[in-house]
T-cell receptor
Framework: EPEVTQTPSHQVTQMGQEVILRCVPI?????FYWYRQILGQKVEFLVS????????KSEIFDDQFSVERPDGSNFTLKIRSTKLEDSAMYFC???????????FGSGTRLTVV | AQSVTQPDIHITVSEGASLELRCNYS??????LFWYVQSPGQGLQLLLK??????LVQGIKGFEAEFKRSQSSFNLRKPSVHWSDAAEYFC????????????FGAGTILRVKS
């Protein structure tokens, strides 16, 4: 069964450093998403991406965040200058259309120290 | 604002017993509904989904859920729980009118005792 692949599975970074979280969505999917889950809290929407542009973003997704689909297969989330409160599990998801359901990756656990 | 409520933070059931996990939503549009399961350290696996049609939907691993519009609920059920079902379960709701993003409930942790 096709999978959404995320790397790395765990990343530790120092406050103020830039991080890039990588995702390989399912190859024929058209819609791409990032969600995050702070420990003990709900899974929260960050951003959706379609047709090579952001279609929607949440209040969390401020100027420190950016997304890119550089080569037609990878989908990346960049945090420019990490803060302690960015520590969370970050999930990538993709779908062909909303009626197909969303396939999530296994997540990247980001720890900012 | 859209919201999803899973009123039970933890549920413990005996192996072989039946299970019902509750999910209520508040949405201004016609929603589509999902249940996901997350084992420790793992991603979110789709159990089942509802978009339209038959309000009783079947999913993987023997789970089913029933959409009740009048009660704004989408409860997850399983007739006989297995120890391997121990995990955290998330209800999620989306709508085309809200850009297809999903709003998740807080999750219910299921413990299975032998």
């Amino acid at each position: 069964e096709p999978e959404v692949t995320q790397t790395p599975s765990h990343q530790v970074t120092q406050m103020g450093q830039e991080v890039i979280l990588r995702c390989v969505p399912i190859s024929n999917h058209l819609y791409f998403y990032w969600y995050r889950q702070i420990l003990g809290q709900k899974v929260e929407f960050l951003v959706s991406f379609y047709n090579n542009e952001i279609s929607e973003k949440s209040e969390i997704f401020d100027d420190q965040f950016s997304v890119e689909r550089p080569d037609g297969s990878n989908f990346t989330l960049k945090i420019r200058s990490t803060k302690l409160e960015d520590s969370a599990m970050y999930f990538c998801a993709s779908t062909l259309a909303e009626t197909y359901g969303y396939t999530f990756g296994s997540g990247t656990r980001l720890t900012v120290v | 604002a859209q919201s999803v409520t899973q009123p039970d933070i933890h549920i413990t059931v005996s192996e072989g017993a039946s299970l019902e996990l509750r999910c209520n939503y508040s949405y201004g549009a016609t929603p589509y509904l999902f249940w996901y399961v997350q084992s420790p350290g793992q991603g979110l696996q789709l159990l089942l989904k509802y978009f339209s049609g038959d309000t009783l939907v079947q999913g993987i691993k023997g789970f089913e859920a029933e959409f009740k519009r009048s009660q704004s609920s989408f409860n997850l059920r399983k007739p006989s729980v297995h120890w391997s079902d121990a995990a955290e379960y998330f209800c999620a709701v989306g709508a085309r009118e809200y850009g297809n993003k999903l709003v998740f409930g807080a999750g219910t942790i299921l413990r299975v005792k032998s």
